[in-house]
DNA sequence: TAGGGTGTTCGCCGACGAGCGAACACCCTG
DNA sequence: CAGGGTGTTCGCTCGTCGGCGAACACCCTA
């Protein structure tokens, strides 16, 4: 009598990764998570991409997999990324659409850039 | 025969700050600027504030004047101030236009929050 | 010209953030 | 069920940034 614990096929039973309510993202956290470079890169690569399409490894970036790993947490924080698990795999969605309501223009400052 | 040496009543023989030029400016340190709390208090108050009104020690933030000096110096080298001196005073303007044309929507984010 | 007011510069300190390797957890396939 | 692949967490280091006081430079007025 569980069934909220049910899967679909692929489901993960790994803890689903914490994502923002962007009302509470303040200012300066999107500020200062779309200020560092190595994030930047991911923002822009995952504008490009189709929503889902990109696992966190698939980026080309000069850092390890755990500093990579950091990165997706604060862009998770700030509002900027959603993750959902498939398999081994943790796929990305840029959170646009919300992004935009709460910071407009900001998100496309970077992408412009 | 040094005409260009000649000043206006109240001018300054000071070394006159740089000012940035403002397409030399990269995004990563625009955003870096406006975001820390201090500056964007400063930043809010230039904007309510008239041109050439008011002078560095006017604004009401809790660092003392050598931090102070220093967040004005990051402001100027984001292109978001530019300053001029009168007599013994640094007055301040707010390089809205400027600013808005190279990073367009992002100061009114920080006005608007 | 002496002095008070305004602002900058110089060290120094403490906090924070980005970086890494190692260890761990989880998933799928052989 | 053993192992390779994927991603997170932990502890640590290091550079940068914000903060301060002290000293200095400059301007105006008494």
């Known amino acids: 009598m569980t069934p909220s614990t ?6 993960s039973h790994r803890a689903a990764p914490e994502h923002a309510n962007l009302d509470e993202v303040r200012l300066e956290t999107a500020l200062l998570a779309l200020a560092d470079p190595v994030r930047q890169t991911l923002v822009r690569a995952l504008a490009e991409a189709g929503d889902w399409e990109r696992p966190c490894g698939s980026f080309d970036v000069p850092v390890t997999k755990a500093t990579l790993s950091r990165h997706f947490a604060v862009l998770r924080e700030a509002g900027l990324l959603e993750q959902r698990d498939a398999g081994p795999r943790r796929l990305n969605r840029l959170r646009r659409p919300e992004f935009d309501a709460r910071f407009p223009g900001l998100l496309a400052l970077v992408l412009a850039d």
Chains 1, 2 share one sequence.
């Open 6 to 11: 049910e899967r679909a096929p692929g489901t």
